[in-house]
């Protein structure tokens, strides 16, 4: 068996006043693109997650992030084709800015258990259930 590269996202389930939870759909031209994700990105050279989580959320959606704000929930791991997907999970409920998507995505702020009507990556799916346990 050929051993994947390990690969590490960071992801974040941003929480507005209502419990809904954002979800971005991956843009065209993009891999899995058309399906529904929570923001977040990979981690560049150096940088510990939350650090990343920060970076992302600010290039993908323009909003600031306090490291503070920003709690760990639980993570995904999923081996894909071509690489093993490691993906911690923030929650994150205040922010400064409006969110916006600044890279072409659509946005949607859906409750937890609506989240399975939007069709997502793999790696993502396993995630809901912690996030219905959480918001409903």
Same mark, same amino acid.
């Given at each position: 068996?050929?051993? *994947? $590269? #390990? =690969?590490?996202?960071?992801?974040?389930? +941003?929480?507005?006043?209502?419990?809904?939870?954002?979800?971005?759909?991956? !843009?065209?031209?993009?891999? *899995?693109?058309?399906?529904? @994700?929570?923001?977040?990105?990979?981690?560049? !050279?150096?940088? /510990?997650? @939350?650090?990343?989580?920060? /970076?992302?959320? %600010? @290039?993908?959606?323009?909003? =600031?992030?306090?490291?503070?704000? *920003?709690?760990?929930? =639980?993570?995904?791991? %999923?081996? &894909? @084709? =071509?690489? %093993? +997907? #490691?993906? !911690? *999970? &923030?929650?994150?409920? /205040?922010?400064?800015?409006?969110?916006?998507? /600044?890279?072409?995505?659509?946005?949607?702020?859906?409750?937890?258990? $609506? #989240?399975?009507? &939007?069709?997502?990556?793999?790696?993502?799916? !396993?995630?809901?259930? %912690? #996030?219905?346990?959480?918001?409903?």
């Amino acid at each position: 068996m050929a051993e *994947l $590269k #390990l =690969t590490l996202v960071v992801a974040c389930a +941003l929480v507005d006043a209502d419990k809904r939870v954002l979800i971005a759909q991956r !843009p065209e031209g993009k891999t *899995l693109a058309g399906l529904w @994700e929570f923001p977040g990105g990979k981690l560049e !050279p150096g940088e /510990r997650p @939350e650090q990343s989580l920060i /970076r992302e959320l %600010h @290039e993908e959606l323009g909003i =600031t992030v306090a490291e503070p704000c *920003l709690a760990p929930l =639980t993570f995904a791991s %999923h081996g &894909y @084709e =071509t690489f %093993h +997907l #490691l993906m !911690p *999970l &923030y929650i994150c409920r /205040r922010w400064e800015g409006i969110v916006t998507p /600044r890279e072409g995505q659509n946005l949607a702020w859906v409750r937890a258990n $609506k #989240l399975r009507d &939007y069709p997502m990556p793999p790696a993502d799916i !396993p995630l809901i259930p %912690h #996030l219905i346990d959480l918001l409903m």
